[in-house]
């Protein structure tokens, strides 16, 4: 099996999401969401991450990360996705029972443009298409809610997009991604390519030597 290259280059946008093992259920209680919080705000104090979005549900996650520094991506990652398991594991006491992700985390670069947004608002409207909530905000465990119900300290995990958002923020976050968006989003986590315009993905592709074209046959999108 051909293993995708990892990019982890400093001022670059990544769209970053893993999966429970066994598509099992990561998050049953608000506990369970608001202990992955909690180590979201440490990991970003330890490394200086910018992150841009989120999205915790029941099975997976979704973050929109803006890393400063090679390497910081990784840094950030391994720490967040281990303390997890461990923390878990201690919570659940199934220590040494298995893993709790179904492998390491998948990371697609993403252009600075309105593909940043399109992203972006993806990962806030997950909620929504998967019926936990009707509207964006509504859903406890995002960064939607953040933007528009968060304290000031708690807008704190957040950092400013490079891409300034629409200023009609709560209508434009409640209003249905387009097909055409849905598609080609999807399409670049199946075939692990860089998300952006086909100028652009050819240019990433080049530069970091990225197989744009590995596609698992039968395997559905994991977003």
Same mark, same amino acid.
């Given at each position: 099996? /051909?293993?995708?290259?990892?990019? #982890? /280059? %400093?001022?670059? /946008? !990544?769209?970053?999401?893993?999966?429970?093992? %066994?598509?099992? =259920?990561?998050?049953n209680e608000n506990e369970d969401y608001r202990c992955f919080e909690d180590l979201l705000i440490e990991?970003?104090?330890? $490394?200086?991450?910018? *992150?841009? +979005?989120?999205?915790?549900?029941?099975?997976?996650?979704?973050?929109?990360l803006y890393p400063e520094n090679d390497g910081d991506m990784s840094t950030f990652m391994h720490w967040l996705t281990n303390a997890h398991t461990r923390r878990v594991h201690a919570f659940t006491e199934t220590i040494g029972t298995g893993p709790l992700y179904q492998g390491r985390y998948k990371s697609f670069l993403t252009k600075t443009d309105h593909h940043l947004l399109t992203v972006l608002k !993806? *990962?806030?409207?997950?909620?929504? @298409?998967?019926?936990?909530?009707? @509207?964006?905000?509504? &859903?406890? &465990? %995002?960064?939607?809610?953040?933007r528009l119900h968060g304290t000031p300290q708690q807008k704190r995990l957040l950092s400013e997009s490079p891409v300034a958002l629409p200023r009609?923020?709560?209508? &434009?976050?409640? =209003?249905?991604?387009?097909?055409? #968006?849905? +598609? $080609?989003? @999807?399409?670049?986590?199946?075939?692990?390519?860089?998300?952006?315009?086909?100028? &652009? /993905?050819?240019?990433?592709? #080049? $530069? !970091?030597?990225? +197989?744009? =074209? *590995?596609?698992k046959p039968g395997r559905p999108a994991e977003i």
């Open positions: 099996m /051909v293993r995708v290259a990892r990019v #982890d /280059v %400093g001022n670059h /946008v !990544y769209h970053v999401l893993n999966r429970a093992v %066994g598509r099992l =259920t990561i998050f990991a970003k104090e330890m $490394t200086d991450m910018r *992150i841009l +979005a989120y999205a915790l549900m029941p099975n997976h996650w979704h973050l929109l !993806y *990962i806030e409207r997950n909620p929504v @298409r998967a019926r936990l909530a009707k @509207r964006a905000e509504n &859903w406890r &465990w %995002g960064s939607a809610r953040l009609s923020y709560r209508a &434009w976050i409640n =209003t249905p991604d387009s097909e055409k #968006d849905l +598609a $080609t989003l @999807r399409e670049s986590v199946n075939r692990g390519a860089p998300y952006g315009s086909a100028r &652009w /993905v050819e240019q990433m592709v #080049d $530069t !970091y030597r990225l +197989a744009s =074209t *590995i596609r």
